[in-house]
Every structure is written in structure tokens, then in C-alpha cells.
């Protein structure tokens, strides 16, 4: 017996507060014809060297189609079970222009527009610099594992795309929120950060970078000399 379930949210409780009228995913028709089936998936991450991660992604025509709204759960589900902060779609080796991330009070710069940001899908998004100031900090990406660098990029900067209902994103961002979009839009140009690095000597294992720590101010200066 067939029977479609409408879906309630119940698995990607992390998105309803992206979406406070409803997280995006529900009355969804279940793709599955049981309830126990997962309807969320984690999907395989493609390492740097995978040609996936070296291509221009392509615009999504219709935001609202379900297969896009598919491919942002299971972005969703991924992401959160590696433990990242943001995640592109070809880092699940497919190639569209579709990113998902959250942003917590951790790594938070004190900026004025650096503040905690809750899950967002964003569709097709442009990053447009506002000034030309930049600073470098210390970047990981789950295409490049067990590796950090630093990594310099705008201070403040305009974004704008479209949710999963279609409906313009616009926003202001500095410090660390505006540097997770240029490092997710980055990777739907094929770009991934260490080519964004002006100094590999920065470019660390986790482990020897947590024990020898580096103070960027001073590398800043040495670079600068
Ligand atoms: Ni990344």
C-alpha cells in the first residue's frame, strides 16, 4: 500500500529556526513511502583534487523546485553531522549555486554586523565588498581536512540570493559571518581557500596548530615587512 506522508519537520529540526513561518522542508511530500526510511541523507564530501571542487557550479533556475529543497536538507544533514559551519553543494558533488551555513557565537569578531546567524539556505548568492579593508584569520573547509590556514578576506561585505520560498536574502555582514559567505560563494567558483592564501607558510595541521600556536598579528607584520 502506498501512502505519502506529509513530512512535519521532525528531522531537520535545526532549519525551523531559519524559517520561523515553517523550516522550508515541510509539506513536503515523503519521498519514501514509509516512514522508515530517512528522508534526509549524508552525503559523501568531495576532498580537494576532486574536479567537482574546480568548477564554475550552476545557477539554480527555480529555487523553489524539490529537488532543491532536497538537496539543502540533505546539505543540512551533512553539514551538521561533520560539525561544519557552511557547506556549498559542490562539496557534495553537485555542481549548483546553492550554500547552506549557520553562524554561532564562537568565532564571533565583535564587529557591529558580526552577529550569530541562524541556518540559512541561501540560493545563488552575490557577494558584493563593501570597502576595500581585509583582514586575515584562520579558515578550515571540510574539503580539506585536518588542514587550517589563514586567510585574507573582506572585513565587510553585501550579500544577496534567494531562499527556498524564492524570497530575496539581503544582507550586511563583517568579521567572521562575512567571511564564511566568501569562503562558501568561493566554492561555487571552484576556488578553495589556500588559493586565497598570500602566505602558505600559514597553511597548518590542526594538531601542529593547536600545539605551536601563531599569532596572526605578528605574522601580519612579518608579511608586511
Ligand atoms: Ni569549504
Redesign the pocket.
Known amino acids: 500500500m502506498n501512502i505519502t506522508k506529509i513530512r512535519v519537520c521532525e528531522a531537520s529540526a535545526g532549519a525551523q529556526t531559519a524559517f520561523p513561518e515553517g523550516c522550508g522542508f515541510c509539506a513536503t511530500p515523503n519521498r519514501a513511502d514509509s516512514a522508515n526510511i530517512p528522508v534526509m541523507a549524508i552525503l559523501k564530501i568531495a576532498r580537494m583534487g576532486h574536479p567537482v571542487l574546480r568548477g564554475k557550479a550552476e545557477t539554480v533556475a527555480d529555487p523553489t523546485a524539490p529537488e532543491i529543497r532536497q538537496l539543502a536538507a540533505d546539505m543540512i544533514e551533512t553539514m551538521e553531522d561533520y560539525g561544519?559551519t557552511?557547506?556549498?553543494a559542490p562539496?557534495v558533488h553537485v555542481p549548483k549555486r546553492v550554500v547552506v551555513f549557520r553562524v554561532t557565537e564562537g568565532r564571533l569578531t565583535g564587529r557591529p554586523l558580526d552577529t550569530p546567524q541562524d541556518l540559512t539556505v541561501i540560493i545563488n548568492p552575490v557577494i558584493e565588498p563593501i570597502g576595500a579593508e581585509q583582514e586575515q584569520d584562520w579558515?578550515?573547509?571540510?574539503?580539506?581536512p585536518g588542514l587550517r590556514g589563514a586567510v585574507p578576506r573582506f572585513v565587510k561585505i553585501r550579500y544577496r540570493g534567494l531562499d527556498l520560498f524564492g524570497k530575496p536574502i539581503d544582507r550586511v555582514a563583517e568579521g567572521f559571518h562575512a567571511r564564511v559567505l566568501q569562503?562558501?560563494c568561493?566554492?561555487l567558483d571552484g576556488i578553495?581557500?589556500p588559493q586565497r592564501m598570500s602566505d602558505l607558510s600559514l597553511l597548518v595541521y590542526n594538531e601542529e596548530g593547536a600545539r605551536h600556536p601563531v599569532d596572526l598579528g605578528q605574522a601580519r607584520d612579518k608579511a608586511a615587512e
Open positions: 561544519g557552511g557547506l556549498a562539496q579558515e578550515g573547509c571540510l574539503s580539506v569562503h562558501e568561493d566554492h578553495l581557500y
